[in-house]
């Protein structure tokens, strides 16, 4: 099993930034793609970005909405993620998730097989 922790939402005002981080821990030697997703209330989870953090060179992809706001980084010393958020507008307000897989770098919420809890993350004056 691979258990994942996410950590560092909270309250920012418009403009603001933050950063979430994921540790993992468990088999992690099972997973090689860690992803972060979000769902604000009343809508679906979508997708935020994913890396390649087992080989792969490092390699992230983003969703449009984030592109050049957010940065998907990787320690794997310390078994960790982070997503840096920058220039937060209102609609980035979500529970913020973690997840992992193995396999290639993808989108799709169904082919990650573990999850953690989630962090809030509130954007408002």
């Known amino acids: 099993q691979v258990q994942l922790v996410e950590s560092g939402g909270g309250l920012v005002q418009p403009g603001g930034s933050l950063r979430l981080s994921c540790a993992v821990s468990g088999r992690t030697v099972s997973t090689n793609i860690m992803g972060w997703f979000r769902q604000a209330p009343g809508k679906e989870r979508e997708f935020v970005a994913a890396i390649s953090w087992r080989g792969g060179g490092g390699g992230t992809s983003y969703a449009d909405s984030v592109k050049g706001r957010f940065t998907m980084s990787r320690n794997n010393a310390k078994n960790t993620v982070y997503l840096q958020m920058n220039s937060l507008k209102p609609e980035d307000t979500a529970v913020y998730y973690c997840?992992?897989?193995?396999?290639?770098?993808?989108?799709?919420?169904?082919?990650?097989?573990?999850w953690g809890q989630g962090t809030q993350v509130t954007v408002s004056s």
């Open positions: 997840a992992a897989r193995q396999g290639v770098v993808t989108a799709r919420l169904s082919e990650y097989d573990y």
